[in-house]
């Protein structure tokens, strides 16, 4: 008899456990997130948490920590602005950034100690505009807290970006990185000796559509300018016009394993690529076979070597590179066309640089004192495809287009 | 001298006749349910002799050499009443059948105080029989005449297991029933055990030596009284338990893999190895230096592999008139092992959207492993009502790996390959140590309180934790390419390879540890309603666990020549360096984490048992609390998580008696899984080169599955067995990887996933010449997220792909043929296994994944006893050199050959 009641007493409790206990599907989640603060107005000084606001013209700011735009908020700087980076600090945007100088009065970001890598650049990944007109944007890369390493600008969300008119100089790692869609508008601009010894200048992936135009990229570690979309998400493919831009010297810090290319298009990437000088690049121009080939259209690209060969003395035993064989690589599908302007000799097709030092191989951080406009009868002049310009390079008769630095 | 043998056997059957002495023998069974019962002391005596001994594993007894007279044959076994007979022994051998009646005031079933010889094969049968769950054990008998020598391997012969291994052959997990190891747990002595891996639950099974179990039990279905979170099943190691009477066994062998009688063992130096991380040693704000990374470690020689030795010793013993048991076991393990492989990566052809080969990887690992296990027992019994248990595991595993791999890239973006032999070359060197420890203390305590109550309790420390100081690896790069020696860009051409350029080093210091406090306690009520026996159980469970995982790296890259090109490679003592991140990673390195979990649990359960059948039905409730923090330095981001969840767990097992030889199963429950404590921790890696990252996920949900199972078991005989099985179960957010937008790898609930196979086991003598093997069938479906590219529309998207589950093997043979010839002291087996078509990973493209072929592994054991104390015995695994194959369809991405290994050695018994 108590075994019964002890038994029934058993099935009950455990019934009023299965009722009272409720099974959900889903588990009680809680995120634990970090009180943001409001943004601050931006004052002149030391800046640093999270800002929105204008640097307003003839002002110096100090960034002593990382800034942090939030979505909504809008970091703008008017024209003269002096901004120094401390602290290997970055600023992140996750709202609008609008900077925008004037020829005479560029905006100006540069870190204290004014060596390659030493801050952040703006990350951008998830930014809901981009505008930088007339900017100097000297020394960022290098890694973040995490070790990782840091494009200077880098924009991973399907937005308009426009880069127009600025000078980049002695960055590491990637320059500008567009991914996921994004829309640029890339035109005027100055990039020289970045990347330390890896880095491309502009390296766009994933479904990055617009143009880039009328741009100088001298002295870059890998590529100058290279085209991707994915082969995981070979749709919506990269497809950009590349036109006009002056290379110079790019893919040298690599070494002889990894060469750097002018141009390079690949995995399923399209693009218009024409009007180019290339001149002393490790590779030129170089179609990879899984690129969209059928839609890679190029043509009246000037490629010209100032030397027959460049010989690597710094390594044991020397490497020799015969430059001209590498305009259209050999492991490429990249050949070359009616209307390109191709050297055979020293001399011959010389774009005629205003001034060019010659130097093939230079460390990240080198100067350039090479004035990449060109003289009155140079080849490259009357030479282009007209659909973009009559000239070829960054610098045209035509002012209204032409790069203005 | 076979006139000799003749003789002297004459002379013995003369002797025994002189004598007149006969043989008083008898089998044991439960008057009810006619189960033999093993253990019974059997005490025949008078007023001259008294002859004592235990019935065996199958209920036998028997006294030999008994000189006529009259005895009384008394036979007792703790919940049955005592057996009495008179006997008179005079001219004739006797053999009786003797049944036993439950003592129904006692607390008859409760296995407190009995001990079933676990350690013998024919004693996982009964313990498989009388189980109230569905049940597979492996006996330490039966381990230690297998080719294998840890708990892992000997895993992989039973039934609906198989075993998913990392390249590298180093680490092994159990997939149950075709079930990742997040679906199944692990338990030694029947309660959870810590994991030393820094990102999962898992403990890999092959620092287990097989030589410290006393058996492996593998429940799949699960009873209120078990831990809820094993969907496949619950992997549970026993330790040896203290023996009767004195036992003192030592082993000890000498073994080779064959691959390096192929090639030379890669090996470097440990001498430099800072233990400790620059952060740790020096400080958030220190300022790594070029010369603060040792090159010792890095410095990779040749040499001839050293013979993989194994020792171990057991010594267990009962004091103070029995009441204090003792045993100690331990067990070391150091072996030299390698691996071959071929890893082709495949990317989706752009042009297609089918996968392509992209690189050709060539591996060669070599490892030394040494393992060092340490099993202590000891139990004390304070009276016939209380005891008290103490048990002591502590699991020692030491790592050393060489790891070369040569990387030529055939797509890409840096040029690819254009006709054989060409391509950018990378070449990876790592060098690895590692320690992991494992150490679970139980304390537990057996009462009876009265006639019909009795409670049980326990507590348990466990810790895990892994150190792997200065993980170091050093990439080199260099490029093939054609050089035509004639004008003709389609005519003869020779190779040019670039000098070996200094890529980059990265130095990992890494450690993790796991901790958990656990309290259980049991109670128990055994009474009888009319004709029925009636257990009631009831108890909880609490947990705590903490565990982190703590993680400094730091980059080395080349310094540049004077014109900014990165240096060329001639030696790493050699080889100069910047340190690209001085500060280290150790404050916000995306592995760290600190996470706990609390799990508190309640039970409720009833059996109803009669000689025909066995009712069994309850529920279970586990509440989970876990999360964890991290040190994130996005503004704003995640830096924690918290969850909780509580589960209610219903289980009914029924088993029905056919007869005393033969029942059938059937059985439903309910049980969950938890996510892997890193996959909820935020953490997104990018990918340098692509646009595509790896994310961890804070929202996963746990998976709940419903489990039903029916078996039909047959035990013919002593060690026979013939179990045929199915099972259906239906999970409800599985958790796996998944491409979303074919940009975010992350771990995600895909939906509803359904399992269901059959298993078979048997295991037959015939004479001398036995055959066990199991058969397991398995069909699973789940609808995992994919990126599919419509060529005609040019788009991708997210579709659904219906596949198996990851890590399912659809058909596993096991067949082992035995030889048993105890006048000669032989035992031989061949064990032949037969793996199915494996999903081994998933592809992030629609309607392709990563394959592993169907194989056969062949092994051989044997053992001969060279006197009544030393045994020989040989064991020869992997003796058809068979080689694991990855396909994507009919792409071959990866081939992984270990080669043969094999040992020799001697057994001591007392």
């Known amino acids: 008899m108590k075994a019964k009641q002890s038994f029934l007493l058993l099935l009950i409790s455990s019934a009023v456990i299965t009722f009272s206990a409720c099974t959900k599907s889903n588990d009680n989640t809680s995120i634990i997130t970090p009180t943001v603060p409001p943004s601050n107005p931006i004052t002149a000084g030391n800046i640093s948490g999270f800002v929105k606001g204008t640097l307003t013209t003839g002002n110096t700011y100090t960034i002593t920590g990382d800034l942090t735009i939030k979505a909504g908020d809008t970091l703008a700087s008017q024209q003269g602005v002096t901004v120094i980076v401390k602290t290997n600090a970055q600023i992140n945007v996750q709202g609008v950034l609008l900077l925008v100088g004037t020829k005479d009065q560029p905006v100006s970001f540069n870190s204290d100690s004014n060596t390659p890598g030493s801050w952040g650049g703006f990350q951008c990944d998830s930014a809901q505009s981009v505008t930088i007109k007339w900017a100097n944007i000297a020394n960022t890369g290098g890694p973040d807290l995490a070790g990782d390493p840091r494009k200077s600008l880098i924009v991973g969300v399907p937005i308009n970006v426009d880069i127009e008119d600025s000078w980049f100089s002695n960055g590491q790692d990637d320059l500008i990185r567009m991914q996921n869609g994004a829309k640029v508008t890339i035109l005027r601009n100055t990039i020289t000796s970045s990347g330390s010894t890896d880095g491309e200048a502009i390296n766009l992936k994933k479904g990055v559509t617009g143009d880039v135009a009328y741009n100088v990229v001298y002295s870059q570690a890998g590529t100058g300018i290279k085209l991707e979309t994915d082969d995981v998400v070979p749709f919506p493919q990269t497809n950009v016009n590349v036109y006009n831009n002056t290379l110079v010297s790019n893919g040298w810090r690599r070494g002889a394993a990894e060469p750097g290319r002018g141009v390079s298009v690949g995995l399923n990437a399209k693009a218009n690529i024409y009007n180019n000088i290339m001149v002393d690049n490790y590779q030129g121009l170089e179609i990879f076979q899984d690129a969209d080939t059928s839609n890679v259209h190029y043509g009246n690209n000037l490629f010209y070597a100032s030397a027959d060969t460049y010989s690597d003395t710094t390594v044991t035993p020397n490497i020799s590179i015969n430059l001209r064989s590498n305009f259209y690589p050999g492991d490429g599908v990249g050949k070359p066309q009616s209307t390109d302007l191709i050297s055979t000799a020293v001399g011959d097709k010389d774009p005629m640089f205003v001034s060019f030092d010659g130097k093939i191989a230079t460390p990240n951080g080198a100067p350039n004192a090479n004035d990449f406009h060109l003289k009155t009868g140079s080849p490259a002049l009357g030479a282009g495809n007209a659909a973009y310009s009559n000239d070829l390079g960054a610098y045209t008769s035509d002012a209204t287009k032409s790069n203005q630095h | 001298m076979k006139h000799y043998i003749l003789g002297s056997l004459f002379l013995i059957f003369f002797s025994l006749q002189l004598s007149a002495q006969f043989k008083i023998s008898g089998t044991i069974s439960d008057s009810i349910s006619k189960d033999k019962l093993v253990d019974a002391t059997v005490t025949l005596h008078n007023n001259i002799h008294n002859l004592n001994t235990t019935a065996n594993s199958n209920g036998e007894f028997v006294f030999n050499n008994v000189i006529s007279g009259n005895y009384i044959l008394d036979i007792d076994l703790v919940g049955y009443q005592r057996f009495s007979q008179r006997i008179t022994v005079t001219a004739k051998d006797i053999s009786l059948h003797i049944l036993l009646s439950r003592n129904q005031s006692t607390l008859a079933a409760v296995n407190v105080f009995t001990t079933i010889n676990g350690e013998q094969e024919s004693g996982s049968r009964l313990r498989e029989k009388n189980a109230n769950n569905i049940v597979n054990v492996i006996s330490a008998q039966a381990m230690q005449r297998s080719p294998d020598i840890n708990a892992a391997n000997v895993l992989q012969r039973m039934s609906g297991i198989t075993l998913q291994k990392n390249s590298g052959a180093d680490e092994a997990y159990a997939i149950v029933r075709g079930l990742e190891p997040r679906y199944n747990n692990t338990l030694i002595n029947g309660v959870k055990i810590t994991s030393p891996d820094e990102k999962s639950r898992f403990v890999s099974l092959d620092i287990v030596p097989s030589e410290l179990l006393q058996k492996i039990e593998i429940s799949k279905s699960l009873l209120p009284e078990m831990e809820g979170d094993a969907i496949g099943g619950t992997v549970n190691l026993v330790m040896k338990d203290a023996p009767d009477s004195m036992i003192l066994h030592a082993t000890a062998s000498l073994g080779y893999s064959s691959i390096f009688f192929t090639r030379q063992y890669s090996y470097f130096s440990t001498k430099d190895i800072q233990q400790k991380s620059l952060t740790e040693r020096l400080g958030n704000s220190y300022v790594a230096q070029p010369n603060d990374f040792s090159r010792s470690n890095l410095d990779f020689k040749e040499k001839t592999a050293l013979p993989t030795g194994t020792a171990g010793i057991t010594y267990g013993k009962r004091f103070l008139n029995n009441k204090l048991g003792v045993l100690v076991a331990d067990n070391f393990q150091n072996q030299y092992f390698g691996t071959n492989s071929l890893l082709n990566q495949a990317v989706p052809d752009v042009h297609l959207a089918i996968p392509a080969i992209s690189d050709v990887s060539d591996r060669t690992f070599s490892t030394q492993q040494l393992n060092d296990g340490l099993s202590l027992h000891a139990d004390y019994n304070i009276n016939k009502r209380n005891k008290i248990i103490l048990n002591n595991l502590l699991l020692y595993s030491a790592l050393q790996q060489s790891r070369l791999s040569i990387d030529t890239a055939i797509l890409g973006g840096n040029g690819g390959r254009t006709v054989p032999g060409t391509g950018p070359v990378t070449t990876d060197y790592t060098s690895i140590t590692s320690h992991e420890l494992l150490e679970n203390l139980k304390l537990e305590g057996r009462h009876i309180l009265s006639k019909h109550l009795a409670v049980d309790w326990a507590g348990v420390y466990s810790l895990a934790y892994k150190r792997s100081p200065d993980r170091a690896d050093l990439g080199l790069n260099k490029k093939i390419d054609t050089v035509h020696t004639t004008a003709d860009k389609n005519g003869p051409y020779t190779f040019s390879v670039t000098p070996d350029y200094f890529d980059n080093i990265t130095r990992i210091w890494q450690h993790n540890k796991d901790q958990d406090i656990n309290g259980l306690a049991n109670v128990t009520y055994k009474t009888t309603l009319k004709k029925f026996f ?349 080689p694991t194959y990855y396909n994507i369809n009919n792409l071959v991405v990866g081939k992984d050959v270990f080669y043969s290994n094999f040992q020799v050695g001697f057994r001591y018994s007392n």
Do not use: C
Not at chain 2, 737 to 761: D, F, M, R
Not at chain 2, 790 to 809: I, V
């Open chain 2, 534 to 882: 009636v257990d009631i159980q009831a108890g909880g469970l609490y947990r705590h666990k903490t565990r982190y995982n703590l993680q400094d790296e730091y980059d080395l890259k080349p310094t540049t020549n004077t014109n900014g090109v990165k240096q060329v490679f001639t030696n790493i003592n050699t080889a100069q360096w910047v340190v690209y991140n001085p500060a280290g990673t150790y404050t916000y390195d995306v592995n760290n984490y600190h996470a706990y979990e609390d799990i508190s649990a309640g039970y409720g359960e009833v059996k109803l048992s009669s000689n025909k059948f066995d009712v069994f039905g309850g529920v279970r409730v586990e509440h989970t609390k876990q999360g964890f923090t991290i040190n994130n330095f996005h503004p704003g981001s995640i830096n924690g998580v918290n969850k909780n969840y509580t589960d209610v767990l219903p289980s009914i097992q029924l088993k029905y008696n056919l007869n005393s030889r033969m029942d059938i199963r059937g059985s439903y429950f309910k049980s969950i899984s938890r996510p892997n404590y890193y996959e909820l921790v935020p953490y997104n890696i990018l990918n340098n080169s692509s646009a595509n990252n790896e994310e961890g996920n804070p929202y996963l949900n746990h998976s709940v599955a419903d489990n039903y199972d029916l078996r039909y078991e047959f035990f013919p005989g002593d060690e026979e067995q013939l179990f045929v099985g199915g099972f259906y179960k239906r999970i409800q957010n599985p958790i796996e990887y998944a491409y979303i937008n074919g940009t975010t790898y992350q771990p995600v609930n895909l939906g509803t996933a359904t399992v269901y196979g059959s298993e078979a086991v048997f295991t037959k003598y015939f004479g001398n010449v036995g055959i066990t093997g199991n058969y397991t069938y398995i069909y699973s479906k789940i609808y995992s997220i994919k990126s599919y590219t419509d060529l005609q529309a040019q788009t991708t998207y997210d579709k659904l792909q219906k596949r198996p589950m990851q890590g399912e093997t659809n058909n596993t043979v096991n067949v082992s043929l035995l030889y048993k010839n105890d006048k000669k002291k032989i035992f031989a087996q061949l064990a032949y296994q037969y793996l199915g078509r494996t999903l081994a990973e998933v592809y992030p493209i629609y309607g392709f994944d990563y394959y592993q072929k169907p194989q056969s592994f062949l092994s051989f054991s044997a053992e001969y006893n060279l006197s009544r104390r030393f045994t020989l015995f040989g064991k020869f695994n992997n003796i058809l050199n068979t």
